[in-house]
Every structure is written in C-alpha cells, then in structure tokens.
C-alpha cells in the first residue's frame, strides 16, 4: 500500500530564509507526488505536482519541488520565505492520475521576524 | 461557480444522533472521495467512490456509510455519532487519467 511519510512535524524559519519540507513516499511505481498548502481554517491549495518529465517542479507562491526516485522523496523548496507562508503543508500521493490521493500528516510552518 | 460544493459548513450534534454530509460536484468527475482531518493526522480517507451507483471503503471507514445515487452527488452518513467523529470532513472529486483534483471548503462536525 501507498504511505507519505512527512519527517517534520513542525519548522520554523525567519522569514526571508529559506525553506525545506521533506516529503518520502512508499510506492512501487512512479507515483503522481502533490504538495498542498492550507492556512488555518481554510482548505487545500495545491502548490505543485509531478508526474512524469523534469524532476524538478515549479509551483505557484516561488515553491518548487524536486522528485528524487532514488531516495523515494518528493521535498518542497522556497528560496525565501514570506510570513503570508506560515500555513500547513501537505505532500500526497495516488498511484494513478484521477486516483485517490494518500496524504502525510502534515508540516506546521512558523515564519519568524 | 463551478467545483465541489459541501453542505453543511458547519454543524454539532449530539453523541448518537444521525447526520448526513452531502457533497456536490458539476464537474462530470467520475470519481468521488470523503476524507476526515484531525490536528497531526492529515487527511485520511473515509470512503470513495469510482462511479454512479459504486463506493468503496477506505482507511477510516468505520462509523460512517456513504451513498452515490447520482453521479454528482456523494453523501457520508453517521448513523450515531461518536466524539471521536469531530473533525473537519472534507469532499474531493476527480477524473480517471486526469491529474486535477477539486476539494470542497470542507464541514466542521463537532459531536458533543
């Protein structure tokens, strides 16, 4: 079965740092890899995705990610973070397009000044 | 506008009353998903379906059933609520060979 393993439960990060989520997944094939954003109260916004192509993928709000088969991870990047960042971030992953997406637990992200 | 659209927003019910979430979609997406969201456990699935008439369980599906009568309609019932039942339920829908997922604003349930 498909599992996401998100290591960080919680980080935080000054703004303009930058920033790291770590995302392992376990799946056999090449997974469709998926990183949402929800800030408090809110729903789910999808940042990025990957499924086939360029191992590296730009999102939306400056985040990209970086899927590395050979690690089995999917990692979020921001070159510098923004307090409008601080929100929890989700990766998820489906076995096939359309499929039903298994979420990790989550990383809190705290933006200091 | 177009998307995924869950009724109610909110709602409290006490310890072994009935509810029924219902989630609409005018999307044509075959495929329909109920999941539940508790602080530090992400997003879990409760129940799925892959078509009009068709639904199968997911990793928390105990305490609730769900219906599909109508391809764009998904409802997740409680027959007697349990407070290990609050949390945020959130409705998702997509379609086979297509990487778009719309999720819904989601339901705060609390059971008191």
């Known amino acids: 079965a498909q599992s996401v393993t998100q290591p960080d439960i919680h980080i935080t990060v000054s703004e303009g740092a930058s920033l790291e989520l770590r995302c392992n997944y376990s799946?056999?094939?090449?997974?469709?890899l998926f990183w949402y954003v929800q800030s408090p109260g809110q729903g789910l916004q999808l940042l990025l995705k990957y499924f086939s192509g360029d191992t590296l993928v730009q999102g939306i709000k400056g985040f990209e990610a970086e899927f590395k088969r050979s690690q089995s991870s999917f990692n979020l990047r921001k070159p510098s973070v923004h307090w409008s960042d601080a929100a929890e971030y989700f990766c998820?992953?489906?076995?096939?397009?359309?499929?039903?997406?298994?979420f990790g637990k989550g990383t809190t992200l705290s933006v200091s000044s | 506008n177009a998307g995924v659209t869950q009724t109610p927003k909110f709602r409290v019910l006490k310890t072994g009353q009935s509810m029924t979430l219902l989630c609409a979609q005018d999307?044509?997406?075959?495929?329909m998903y109920w999941y539940r969201q508790d602080p530090g456990m992400g997003l879990r699935l409760i129940h799925y379906s892959v078509g009009e008439g068709t639904t199968a369980k997911g990793e928390v599906p105990d305490g609730y059933n769900v219906s599909r009568l109508k391809k764009q309609n998904f409802l997740l019932g409680l027959e007697s609520a349990a407070p290990s039942q609050t949390s945020v339920y959130f409705c998702?829908?997509?379609?086979?060979?297509?990487?778009?997922?719309?999720f819904g604003s989601g339901t705060r349930l609390t059971v008191v």
């Open positions: 799946y056999g094939a090449t997974p469709y």
């Open positions: 998702a829908s997509s379609y086979p060979g297509k990487d778009g997922y719309t």
């Open positions: 999307m044509n997406h075959e495929y």
């Open positions: 998820a992953v489906s076995d096939q397009a359309g499929t039903a997406l298994i």
